[in-house]
């Protein structure tokens, strides 16, 4: 006890000092006002949530849209309404296109890749895998392919069920995983590959370090916690275990790369750094390959299996909304011919239920943090370069002066009177400006072929009423996920 005690007294004292430094030397500007932080925690307390984009709501009804928040010793402002939002990362998209830089990642990316890279080189692997994924033109198939194939395995999954109940879950997971994979690596896993088990244990383990109080602490005293034994540790153990994943792929890839014909992102990249070779600045190297196909792999995995589960949840919930989606399926395509994204157009209720799905489960509240890439003027505060800013897309996606009904799943927020889909400015489920996803395409793209290829043969069922069916979501880190749930896959009889 006597030992602890020595221990403690020295480490609070050095926490003080810290705290104290950053107060009297720290250039913060003139940042909106907020609560009063602590000493060292800030207003860490004031977030005890697992749904912490909630206490942060309550505190803008206080301190109004635009308020500074301390996570620990640093500060940030926090944006609350889609007007707030749009007004910084799309209105001045430049000066809020900054990513936060947080010490944690010193640990894991060190700020390679897309993901949580600043400056030319995010603007560089921003524009080169935008482009790249743009085309998915890569080789003989084009993406819409690959998902098509990928599908099809899918459904076949379904088939075997008879109908019996069962959880989708872990199929549909595998099944947007080998979507990934097949951008990114060129080919697809068979669901039971233990390589690419072990490779979504370790992001879905990693997804849920991330909020943990240890990991917190590190990105506010790292200078202190770096000589101590704890759950940010296994962080970075995780990371480097994906980066070496990662990386006996690429060698697989420069042992067969055909510069005149790429197969995958990785043999894109490869090609761009054969091109770049002599220039000694150049992004294109293999630290930001591995970080890059690691981000592209999460952002394109985790958020759209989520999305999918989520989505056969909530129309198991309101059968009626089904049941007008497979009444424009049969309209538009049949029961034969395969959905494909040309019929996208066609489609304008199908259209507006796949975007009310990701309004309506809002996967990531908070979205990632930004920092202002230059000393910046905001609504008359003055906001010093590098200031985190924390967009709460929830906030926007659930604006009630921009939804109707935001608590409600209504795709009627994505109709006109006319019935037609109609784009929506508030439609932030990738974020705005700048930074948002990269791979919204895709995920989009995803979405609307997965869900109508799956009604268009199966009429799906709960045991559970569709009145009693909860939609109240689990949380892993910051992130949102269906419940656990199970469902029949009952096949439409073809009557074509």
Request: aromatic share 12%; glycine share 6%; charged share 25%.
């Amino acid at each position: 006890m006597e030992l602890y005690t020595g221990l403690l007294t020295p480490f609070l004292l050095a926490l003080l000092l810290l705290f104290m430094v950053i107060k009297v030397f720290g250039k913060t500007g003139n940042l909106p006002p907020g609560p009063r932080p602590l000493p060292i925690l800030g207003n860490l307390l004031q977030l005890k949530s697992r749904e912490i984009h909630k206490p942060i709501l309550e505190l803008s009804k206080k301190y109004g849209p635009v308020y500074t928040l301390y996570m620990g010793p640093k500060p940030a402002v926090v944006l609350c309404g889609f007007q707030a939002v749009k007004e910084a990362l799309v209105d001045n998209g430049d000066k809020f296109s900054g990513r936060a830089e947080f010490p944690i990642l010193d640990l894991t990316s060190k700020g390679y890749g897309i993901a949580f890279s600043n400056g030319e080189r995010w603007k560089e692997l921003r524009r080169f895998s935008l482009s790249t994924l743009r085309n998915f033109g890569m080789g003989k198939r084009s993406i819409e392919e690959r998902i098509q194939e990928e599908i099809q395995y899918l459904l076949d999954i379904f088939e075997e069920t008879k109908g019996s109940l069962f959880s989708p879950a872990f199929f549909i997971r595998r099944s947007i995983s080998n979507v990934i994979c097949s951008v990114l690596f060129g080919r697809r896993f068979e669901y039971t590959d233990p390589k690419l088990q072990t490779l979504l244990d370790l992001v879905a383990e990693n997804l849920r370090r991330v909020d943990n109080i240890w990991v917190q602490l590190y990105n506010f005293i790292p200078s202190i916690l770096h000589y101590f034994p704890g759950p940010h540790r296994k962080l970075t153990e995780n990371y480097q275990a994906q980066l070496d994943y990662a990386e006996a792929i690429v060698r697989e890839h420069e042992d067969t790369l055909d510069p005149s014909s790429p197969r995958d992102y990785i043999d894109a990249f490869l090609i761009k750094m054969q091109q770049e070779s002599e220039n000694p600045h150049s992004e294109f190297n293999l630290p930001n390959l591995l970080s890059s196909t690691l981000d592209i792999f999460f952002a394109g995995q985790e958020s759209t299996s989520s999305t999918l589960g989520y989505g056969l949840l909530i129309l198991m919930k309101y059968p009626h909304i089904k049941k007008k989606v497979q009444a424009e399926l049969e309209n538009v395509i049949g029961r034969i011919r395969r959905p494909c994204m040309e019929d996208r157009a066609k489609m304008p209720y199908t259209e507006a239920v796949t975007h009310e799905i990701m309004r309506f489960i809002d996967f990531l509240p908070l979205g990632a943090p930004h920092a202002v890439t230059e000393d910046t003027i905001f609504r008359g505060y003055m906001l010093p370069k590098g200031t985190v800013i924390v967009p709460v897309l929830h906030s926007v996606l659930y604006d009630p002066t921009v939804f109707k009904r935001p608590y409600m799943f209504d795709p009627e927020h994505f109709l006109d009177q006319n019935g037609l889909f109609k784009k929506h400015e508030g439609f932030m489920a990738f974020s705005a400006g700048k930074r948002a996803c990269p791979g919204e395409g895709l995920a989009r793209m995803e979405l609307f072929l997965y869900l109508t290829s799956i009604l268009q043969k199966f009429d799906i069922r709960s045991d559970i009423p569709p009145e009693d069916i909860d939609l109240s979501p689990e949380y892993s880190g910051f992130g949102k996920m269906a419940p656990t749930f199970q469902m029949r896959f009952s096949p439409i009889i073809e009557t074509e």
